[in-house]
């Protein structure tokens, strides 16, 4: 990993959860320190499971803003 994608990831302050398994999305704030395993590595993946999520029932991203982007076109009835 080059120094640029290392600084890309170090901008990452949220992860947003589809969670298939309770058809819900979630978001959590990863602050200034996300977390670490127990060899120090940055694990997404062990902090989502920590938080009741199964993997193999969810798809998930890192990002740096907070808000939702909604472009649905709504019809009123």
Known sequence: MNWK???K???MRYITVLDFEVG??????????PH???D????????????????NNCEWMVHDIKEFV???????Q
Do not use: C, P, S, W
Request: glycine residues 8%; aromatic residues 8%; hydrophobic residues 30%.
């Open 5 to 7: 994608e290392t600084n």
């Open 70 to 76: 909604d472009h649905t076109i709504r019809k009123l």
């Open 9 to 11: 990831i170090a901008t």
């Open 40 to 55: 120090g590595v940055i694990d997404h993946e062990e902090f989502l499971t920590n938080k009741g999520h199964r993997m």
């Open 24 to 33: 819900r999305i979630f978001q959590y704030k990863i602050g200034e320190e």
């Open 36 to 38: 670490r395993n127990k």
